[in-house]
């Protein structure tokens, strides 16, 4: 689905706001899952309306008096087609109040981000809850409240002193890179390019989550008396103790491939419980279950993308998510193309595109950052 780039990041300064209604935040909630760019920019949003100085801004927002300052000149009589109107334009009017200072706000201040603003679409970061912010794009140490955060060699790990505490972070892997975290369980994951992981410092005494977007590569600590449950956009994933792999970028890619162990995957009221070597995916409408091939589910752990007989369209995903670039089509036809090979993600983008025309005979250009395909 193709959407209106304008109208969805009104939708989704109206999200930030808390001024969305029920109908328009599927809407945005839709386009974030499905498209990089506006995925992009809601977490850029989040985070920046999210500092101290942003949550400051929001705070002197209010709805009330919004509604209040628009709807003092109705004096209609309830009930005419002329009364419901302009009832319906003072909605409108009152959610403006609120979303346009934030609109001006947000794009008045890019240019003052603080460091860790300005890199945290580059480099790995981790975001709490309550609005702190850490690049982890170098070996440190930090302490947040009672945790303590140790970053190095592309890996997390922490330690909280607080055996109760309810605090959540997520972590995001930018375009380009991958990451590895190890939970306060022993879980192991392993995080592949423009992904994140919403995740608890301390899991709850019942289940063990957390929420992806993205892909990653799960090592599940076994705990029978804990369920590990993986929520994404478009399914989850339900487990005890056992070692996964989740692509939750769109959910026409979405799956869930098992290699050992015992998983279940859940959409709305369908479970299908997985065995070692099998992947749900899903299919018009509902999930499937079909055996999957290893290299090409689990090479990007590697640095490797191998694909068998997958459409350009699909190709260019990863090329999209692991060099920083856009794709564009001269002629849409090529997108539907299917090709084999593997794409080597430490090679340079010249390189693999120079291996691909060889290997497929496809015609590309790459200029100014947009790779286009002829």
Do not use: C
């Amino acid at each position: 689905m193709e959407y209106n780039e304008e109208y969805i990041q009104g939708l989704l300064f109206e999200k930030i706001a808390g001024t969305i209604s029920k109908e328009d935040n599927l809407v945005a909630e839709h386009a974030i899952s499905n498209d990089a760019e506006l995925r992009r920019f809601w977490e850029v949003l989040e985070a920046k309306m999210g500092s101290a100085k942003g949550t400051a801004f929001l705070s002197g927002l209010s709805a009330d008096e919004a509604w209040d300052k628009t709807a003092t000149s109705l004096h209609q009589k309830p009930g005419s087609v002329f009364s419901r109107n302009r009832w319906a334009l003072t909605a409108v009017a009152a959610i403006l109040t609120i979303v346009l200072p934030l609109a001006w706000y947000f794009n008045s201040t890019k240019q003052g981000l603080s460091n860790i603003e300005e890199q945290e679409f580059k480099e790995v970061y981790l975001k709490t809850d309550n609005g702190k912010a850490v690049d982890l794009s170098n070996n440190k140490r930090i302490k947040l409240g009672q945790t303590q955060i140790n970053a190095k060699q592309k890996e997390l790990s922490y330690a909280s002193d607080n055996a109760d505490s309810k605090e959540w972070a997520t972590i995001f892997v930018p375009v380009t890179k991958d990451y590895k975290i190890k939970l306060s369980d022993g879980t192991t994951v392993w995080m592949n390019a423009a992904s994140s992981l919403r995740f608890p410092f301390q899991f709850g005494r019942q289940t063990r989550e957390v929420y992806l977007t993205g892909e990653a590569y799960f090592e599940v600590a076994k705990n029978k008396q804990q369920e590990f449950i993986v929520h994404t956009s478009y399914a989850d994933v339900h487990v005890h103790g056992t070692s996964f792999n989740v692509n939750a970028y769109t959910a026409r890619n979405f799956s869930t491939a098992l290699v050992e162990g015992s998983v279940s995957a859940k959409k709305d009221s369908q479970v299908i419980k997985l065995k070692p070597g099998e992947e749900a995916t899903i299919g018009k409408d509902n999930l499937e279950v079909k055996i999957f091939d290893p290299q090409e589910v689990l090479s990007w752990r590697n640095g490797t993308y191998s694909f068998h007989n997958q459409s350009l369209s699909q190709i260019s995903q990863v090329l999209t998510r692991w060099f920083d670039v856009k794709v564009a089509w001269q002629n849409q036809r090529v997108s539907e193309q299917t090709f084999t090979g593997e794409i080597d993600k430490n090679l340079p983008l010249d390189v693999v595109i120079n291996n691909l025309k060889i290997t497929s005979g496809m015609q590309a250009d790459l200029k100014n950052g947009i790779l286009t395909f002829r």
